[in-house]
């Protein structure tokens, strides 16, 4: 029997009381021919006990990254989140709140959500944030229709805008649809043989809208050039960053450099992997855009007191008012992963972020020494510095690597052909700060063996 | 007042990290990319931090907390079993392009979700991609625009949807690249199809609306509604918004509908999380099905060699649709929250109609209990109905018209007096065809005393004088918030000190 209902047994009197006789009278209104006839041909339901046993069961049928030795990385990186983290969101003030209309009752989420907004700015060195779009993917999509919005009237290349050709076709789908709609065509930036940005081929791209670029880049190269962008396209065309945001320990906040927007995946900031979602994309950007952005912001007020305050503002742009010429439809987010994120940041502080992101850069370092010492296999970006992830070259297909090394217990990373099909060899090698030193040795023994395998044909 | 950015104490005092494998020193970076000043954010402890949110906490309102009657967004219990469960490495720790043998298990429950989602609405297929509703909609309506493309339909330009509408479903047409056209509603809110049949031709691609509408009345128009837009060669689309009100009792395939999303936040009680995270599968019928974006899981019987990692003796797979639209968010979508979903589901099986009946039974018996007391306290004047309907579905409207006339109270002023008697306010001024608009959803997880209380409650704030009742809430932690300062004097982060 179902155990969630308060009013099992009292259906009768409730009826009555009403002046009904069976529950068959609240549905009188549904036309006969699209009465369900039939019980739902679903399961009985289950107690919770079952439930949950059930969840193990098969849950514990996947293999958690934590039980493997794992290099996957690929855009979702393997983190630590504090515990106190996930003791704080699950109380239900905020884990049962929804989007705070009543803002005299949801100070706390808008309070939260305005710090994060803070931190958010601060990480990337722009004055503004969202409080969350869905993730990196959509954030970086809503950016494209964002800068052709703000740029297009004065814009010599109409309705268009560059992206890098290194961006994953998940992603890179992702902004395609959003983009569509909006009659927006996507050209691509050209890389160099080292991986970096070729920036040539950006002069083409001054007096479209914008241009987007990451960085690190989806190979993991941390590009100086990215910082001359900006002088390129000039003031008119937005120049749009994705990043990880970890990596800003280190690397200097985009907004320093030029960006006019700066997108990404916060999952490292509070989020466990989770399959990919729910985590949360962070898009912040510069005072021009600010009224033609995507997504809900808080600001600070005060009420009737004159007490400080806060509430949703700038609501003008959003579905509810605007409805079809909202500048995106989003209504629910990710508030709840975003708030994650603030708790998170909070802890780190500024050195600890710091401290964080040299773990993730030191583990790539050493990993790049200790795979490139192995026979047969190189790394055709070595020279470069590299954020989480790098190109490993193999002697044989990457997806014949990773079938060696899983039977071994190690996920070996991303077989990057499945971005770049001619790139049968290439294996996307990603280490964090979760990686240990023992891991690594553990991979390039394991790969000099496979490596060493001649007779195997992939 | 506990500020985040007030905490200003010694570096790393949040949480101590082990070392880095290598020293600092050994990285490396383009000298231009170091970065030179680090953000500002705050150095506080742990116990600080903790401090910290828990005083947010307790300035926040959750259905934890009490009633949240919030009309169109099924505020129900969150059962924290499926907290739990989300927090299993087998899903938390798990990575999205981990191989299939590794996750069988969130395929399973997957695939479980697609014929669960289908078989309830009446659709052929289903993928669990979209993040949240309005994604859900856009999702849906790119599937239809590629299939009229892939027909060489492509004079087909308008999406058609009723002004009571929610706003996503023209923003998420208007999104893909659509012309909208809204058909005004009946005076009591229901759709017209005079209207509906006199924008009605070959270039329309789409029309969208959920049922029951956003005034909780079932539409026994749509039927007729789909014939006519079917009879031009288009599409209908169903706001899963209101879903919670039918299951088991209709689907929206047997009313005549092509596509789909679902809000498994509100149906299936992902926990709203302020905002969100959120999840909105969409289905679809079948000559839909090859548009649709992955994930989408088929299952197989189990071959040799396989054993190890199966469970249930099936083998499943990600399938990619031959025409898909691709992606509209990178990963498998909400994953976690399908999960919880998933959890909830279980916990009714073939009772989701019981759950759905309860919805409505609390809806009417809200209602009814209303009119009980206003009646019984003297002001049953001061509303009427948003619709003149014998029952509602699972949520209802008032007009609060009648005492604005009368004593010069408006809902917002009710909204904000039920604050004070510790409520969550009903959702008000939608849809605009009500004027002075209060719109009850109290879900089926609500008992019979909550809502009588309620409704005593509710009259009481009816029985404020006008002066006292604009001054309201007065018990809140702040009290009305100054939303035009807010705009006027922009303030979205914290001013540092230099910045002021």
């Not at chain 1, 962070?282 to 600001?299: D, Q, W």
């Not at chain 2, 509906?196 to 749509?222: H, K, Q, S, Y």
Request: aromatic share 8%; net charge negative; proline share 6%.
């Amino acid at each position: 029997m179902v155990d969630q209902l308060p009013n099992r047994g009292l259906e009768l009197e409730m009826l009555e009381e009403m002046g009904f006789t069976s529950i068959d009278d609240l549905f009188s209104d549904l036309p006969e021919h699209v009465r369900m006839q039939e019980p739902l041909p679903l399961p009985p339901p289950q107690s919770e006990e079952e439930i949950i046993a059930d969840a193990r069961r098969l849950l514990g049928a996947n293999r958690a990254m934590g039980d493997v030795v794992s290099f996957l990385g690929a855009g979702i990186y393997r983190n630590y989140v504090p515990a106190s983290v996930f003791q704080l969101v699950t109380r239900g003030e905020f884990l049962t709140s929804y989007t705070p209309y009543q803002p005299e009752v949801s100070q706390g989420m808008l309070q939260a959500m305005w710090e994060f907004q803070t931190l958010i700015s601060e990480l990337v060195g722009l004055p503004i944030a969202n409080l969350s779009l869905y993730d990196g993917s959509t954030a970086a999509a809503e950016a494209l229709t964002c800068v052709v919005r703000v740029h297009n009237r004065k814009a010599t290349q109409k309705d268009t805008v560059y992206v890098s050709e290194l961006v994953p076709p998940d992603r890179m789908s992702v902004m395609q649809n959003y983009c569509q709609g909006a009659g927006i065509s996507i050209k691509y930036l050209k890389h160099n043989l080292d991986g970096t940005l070729d920036l040539t081929s950006v002069r083409d791209a001054a007096g479209s809208c914008g241009v987007y670029v990451e960085q690190p880049n989806p190979l993991g190269i941390l590009d100086g050039g990215l910082t001359q962008i900006k002088e390129i396209i000039g003031e008119h065309t937005a120049l749009i960053v994705g990043v990880q945001p970890v990596s800003l320990g280190l690397v200097e906040a985009p907004g320093n450099y030029g960006a006019d927007i700066v997108v990404g995946e916060g999952q490292p900031f509070g989020s466990p992997p989770t399959g990919g979602g729910p985590i949360y994309g962070i898009f912040a950007c510069s005072k021009p855009y600010l009224r033609l952005m995507p997504g809900r912001i808080v600001g600070r007020s005060i009420d009737v007191d004159e007490k400080e305050a806060y509430c949703l503002t700038l609501s003008t742009r959003e579905q509810h008012i605007r409805r079809h010429r909202a500048t995106s439809n989003i209504c629910t987010n990710e508030t709840l992963i975003a708030l994650m994120g603030a708790m998170h940041m909070s802890l780190l502080g500024p050195e600890g972020l710091e401290h964080l992101a040299t773990r993730n850069m030191s583990a790539c370092i050493l990993a790049k020494q200790k795979l490139a010492e192995i026979e047969g296999i190189t790394l055709p970006h070595f020279t470069g510095s590299h954020f989480n992830e790098f190109v490993v070259e193999l002697p044989k297909s990457a997806a014949n690597c990773l079938n060696y090394l899983d039977s071994v217990g190690i996920i070996g990373g991303f077989d990057l052909s499945r971005w770049y099909p001619t790139q049968g060899n290439w294996l996307l090698v990603s280490v964090t700060d979760q990686t240990k030193a023992e891991e690594i040795e553990l991979l390039a023994a394991h790969l000099a063996v496979w490596s060493a395998i001649k007779e195997v044909i992939a | 007042m506990s500020r985040l950015f007030d905490f200003a104490g010694s570096a790393g005092m949040g949480y101590s990290q082990p070392q880095p494998l290598l020293p600092k020193t050994s990285i490396a970076l383009p000298p231009s990319l170091s970065r030179q000043k680090l953000p500002r954010w705050p150095r506080l402890s742990e116990p600080e931090m903790v401090r910290h949110y828990t005083w947010l906490s307790r300035r926040n309102f959750g259905i934890d907390t009490g009633f949240y009657p919030l009309g169109s967004c099924t505020m129900k219990h969150n059962p924290r079993v499926n907290e739990v469960i989300a927090q299993l490495p087998g899903i938390a720790d798990i990575h999205p392009h981990q191989p299939e043998h590794h996750l069988q298990g969130l395929l399973s429950i997957f695939h479980e979700m697609q014929h669960m989602l289908a078989i309830c609405s009446g659709m052929d297929a289903v993928t669990l991609q979209p993040v949240a509703g309005a994604q859900g909609e856009f999702t849906a309506v790119r599937c239809v625009q590629e299939y009229f493309r892939n027909r060489g339909e492509t004079q087909r330009t308008k999406v058609i949807v009723p002004d009571s509408a929610h706003g996503t479903n023209p923003a998420s047409a208007a999104m893909a690249g659509y012309d909208i056209v809204e058909i005004p509603s009946l005076a009591n809110g229901r759709i017209d199809l005079d209207a509906l049949r006199a924008v009605v031709d070959e270039t329309v691609a789409l029309m969208m609306i959920t049922n029951p509408n956003t005034l909780g009345l079932f539409e026994t128009d749509v039927p007729e509604a789909a014939e006519i837009v079917h009879a031009a060669g288009g599409q209908m689309y169903y706001d899963g918004a209101n879903f919670n009100a039918i299951l088991g009792r209709t689907s929206p395939g047997m009313m005549g509908f092509d596509a789909v999303h679902f809000n498994l936040h509100k149906t299936f009680s992902q926990p709203h999380g302020g905002g969100g995270p959120g999840s909105g599968p969409i289905g679809v019928k079948s000559h839909l099905a090859e548009f649709l974006p992955s994930p989408i899981v088929k299952k197989r019987p189990v071959l040799s060699g396989e054993e190890q990692f199966a469970v249930d003796d099936m083998w499943y797979s990600w399938y990619e649709p031959k025409h898909t639209i691709g992606k509209v968010q990178q990963w498998h979508g909400n994953a976690g929250a399908v999960i919880r979903c998933w959890a909830y589901y279980r916990r009714y099986g073939f009772g989701l109609k019981d759950m759905s009946e309860h919805a409505v039974l609390n809806a009417n018996y809200l209602r009814h209990a209303l009119h009980r007391e206003a009646a019984a306290a003297g002001v049953s004047h001061m509303f009427v109905d948003g619709a003149d309907a014998e029952v509602a579905k699972h949520e209802f409207t008032i007009s609060l018209q009648p005492a604005k006339e009368a004593v010069g109270i408006s809902a917002m002023d009710v909204a904000k007096g039920l604050l004070d008697q510790g409520y969550m306010a009903p959702t008000v001024y939608f849809p605009l065809v009500v004027p002075e608009c209060m719109m009850f959803e109290p879900t089926e997880t609500e008992s019979r005393d909550t809502l009588d209380q309620f409704a005593k409650d509710f009259v009481k704030v009816l029985q404020i004088d006008a002066d006292t009742l604009h001054e309201a809430p007065v018990t809140t932690p702040v009290r009305r918030v100054d939303e035009v300062y807010a705009a006027r004097n922009l303030c979205l982060k914290h001013p540092f000190d230099d910045e002021q």
